[in-house]
């Protein structure tokens, strides 16, 4: 399976961001898939989460400003993040496990994609 991050840039504070991740290779094989942010000088946190149930995660600090999202016939993630702030400044993940637990460990990752905040 491969992912590919896609949307990233500088946005200015209380803008609007669209990130996106193409799946590709064995895709049938996935179940749940996320988004992960690594800031600046610190660990890595799952921001969203959506399995084929359609069951969804949001970490608290998103959560009401975001929408995680997927479409399964073009095999794409997608993560609208509104009202930005400067401390989600990260680099953005794309993750995709075999499992429909959505806090599990991923097995999947892409490249990586950086989103930078500005005040």
């Known amino acids: 399976v491969q992912l590919v991050e896609s949307g990233g840039g500088l946005v200015q504070a209380g803008g609007s961001l669209r990130l996106s991740c193409a799946a590709s290779?064995?895709?049938?094989?996935?179940?749940?898939m996320a988004w992960h942010r690594r800031p600046p000088g610190k660990a890595r946190e799952l921001v969203a989460a959506i399995n084929r149930g359609g069951n969804t995660y949001y970490l608290d600090s998103v959560s009401g400003r975001s929408t995680v999202s997927r479409d399964n016939a073009k095999n794409t993630l997608t993560l609208q993040l509104n009202s930005l702030r400067r401390n989600d400044t990260a680099v953005y993940y794309c993750?995709?496990?075999?499992?429909?637990?959505?806090?599990?460990?991923?097995?999947?990752w892409g490249q990586g994609i950086q989103v930078t905040v500005s005040s």
């Open positions: 993750a995709a496990r075999l499992g429909a637990n959505l806090y599990s460990e991923y097995d999947y």
């Open positions: 290779g064995s895709i049938f094989s996935i179940n749940a």
